[in-house]
Nanobody, 127 residues
Framework: QVQLVESGGGLVQAGGSLTLSCAAS????????MGWFRQAPGKEREFVAG????????YYTDSVKGRFSISRDNAKNTVYLQMNGLKPEDTAVYYC????????????????????WGQGTQVTVSS
């Protein structure tokens, strides 16, 4: 069982930056690939970024490439999402999720693979 708690959301002007954090409980954090997803009002939840168990591989949806960066600190059981150059269309509730996988370098992009989810943190970007 893994519990995930996100933090770091807020209100920012377009072009600004935020860093989201997701703290995981338990002692087996490095058994999980981690992902960030987001859901805007009236839209489906979408994949944003993911990182493999070891941190060796990271994957991003096209709309955030070059602006967002995912990282993890396995010693602190924490995954981060650094968001730069924020746009109004990035406004959403952001969720972190954990995928228990035997593969050290695999990153999944589909939400139904992820077994554990945080409660979400709101990111609002004003124009």
């Amino acid at each position: 069982q893994v519990q995930l708690v996100e933090s770091g959301g807020g209100l920012v002007q377009a072009g600004g930056s935020l860093t989201l954090s997701c703290a995981a409980s338990g002692r087996t954090f490095n058994n999980y690939a981690m992902g960030w997803f987001r859901q805007a009002p009236g839209k489906e939840r979408e994949f944003v970024a993911g990182i493999s168990r070891s941190g060796y591989n990271a994957y991003y949806t096209d709309s955030v490439k070059g602006r967002f960066s995912i990282s993890r600190d396995n010693a602190k059981n924490t995954v981060y999402l650094q968001m730069n150059g924020l746009k109004p269309e990035d406004t959403a509730v952001y969720y972190c999720a954990a995928d228990r996988t035997p593969y050290e370098i695999v990153v999944q992009t589909t939400s139904n693979v992820y077994e554990y989810w945080g409660q979400g943190t709101q990111v609002t970007v004003s124009s």
